[in-house]
């Protein structure tokens, strides 16, 4: 009763921007029950803001896990996870440096929740270290990590759930199915789009590191810059060094959900546009509006984006439309449906009235891993490495298109025609930190 209500009173407006709200810790103190220690899962947590805290206190709806160590650069927010975590009797070990967190034994999985940057060679070391692992999508900051990535993972038979919670939503999976039903007929498009009410980011200059924050660990294999507070936190993914701004951030949700839909594996062709057109001027490197375009044998993609407005298509913020001959499909975050083509007045199939969505993604994709973890079996998961690596890739690859400004031609290695482009697939590790080896 207390999840039901919990995700009843979770508004679906902030559900559909994106933002994953922190299970509350008096909720979770009153859900939580008594197990067995022999039967405890120990949870790891590197980068504790954001993201990072709501996949923790996701993690601990199940009753088994227990939050044994927490990681992060900034002592501020290591010092408020702490006091959260006293209010459920949780006293985890803290750490500075995430490989430290990685040699303790107590960790059985680890969520990496840092920037895009970090997430390959955390990944590898986590592997390597025998950890099972929940990781932050995009699970790379590059093509060439993301193919590595997957390779790793292989090496050391790791459970790897990539946190692209929307593959353990029913409603999503009820839409999918009914594109794999056929009743669209032939879908020769498909469309994704995030209409973001981001607001303009100034331009700031570069200032002193805050106190109790290790800069030089944040920038980790980036390049190394001075700090400066645009870069830093939640707005680290408008920079090129660290992500690939909304393409990344939420193209890789939505575009994820077209190639399950589809089928799709690589495109033969891929072109982006776009640029600092809603906010002349602003401090983002990553473009506010962008379209991108891939062609497949079957089927065309596009995927677009922009910021200052929330009206987007089909009168929908965000979503994804499977265009077919008979019908289309449209699909968000808060539910589905169907509208019908019609041929001398007559609709070609039946309509499907608003599906709205009754449960919360990611409490269900955590309780997912724990099963999979539970069961030694990574075949029950959701979104593994390969999933998340593939779509990834799809969202590197506008991302590459956009920076180069050529349509680019795939081939069946992920690389291009055009050599800037295969540069800018392969990333480039600084400060003393190197690209994983197999």
Known sequence: MLRRTFIK?????????????????????????NISPNDKIGIGLIGCKGMGWSNMTSMLQNAETVCVAICDIDTAVINQRVSELEK??????????????LDDKNVDVVIIATPDHWHCLQMADACAAGKHILIEKPVSNSIGEAELMVKIAHKYNSIVQVNQWQRSQQHFKDAVSFVHS???GTVAQCKAWMYNAHKVLPKADDAKVPDGVDYKMWLGPAPAKPFNPNR???????????????????????????????????????????????????????????????????????????MGRTTGLYQMGHGI?????????????????????TENKAPRMEAVEWQVRADRGLDLHTKNLIAAVKAGDKSLLNCPIETGALCAIHCHMGNVAYRTGQV???????????????????????????????
């Open 9 to 33: 009173n979770t508004s679906l407006t902030t559900m559909g921007l994106g933002f994953i709200a922190a299970t509350p810790v008096e909720l979770l103190a009153q859900i939580r029950k």
């Open 321 to 341: 439309a499977f265009v077919g001959i008979n019908g289309t499909m449209l699909v968000n975050r808060d539910g589905w449906k169907v509208i019908p083509e």
């Open 232 to 306: 830093f936190h939640y707005n680290f993914r408008w920079y090129w060094d660290y992500a690939g701004g909304l393409m990344t951030d939420w193209g890789v949700h939505l575009i994820d959900i077209i190639l399950w839909g589809m089928h799709a594996v690589k495109p033969d062709t891929v072109a982006s546009m776009g640029g600092h057109i809603a906010y002349p001027g602003d401090g983002r490197e990553t473009p506010d509006t962008q379209t991108a375009l891939y062609n497949y044998p079957g089927f065309q993609l596009t995927w677009e984006h922009t």
């Open 408 to 438: 680019l031609e795939v081939d069946n290695s992920n690389r291009f025609n055009i050599q800037k482009a295969n540069t800018l697939a392969v990333p480039g590790y600084q400060n003393g930190w190197n690209l994983p080896l197999l």
């Open 88 to 101: 459920l009797n949780q006293k985890p070990a803290v750490y500075g440096d995430y490989r430290k967190l």
């Open 182 to 184: 056929g009743k669209l």
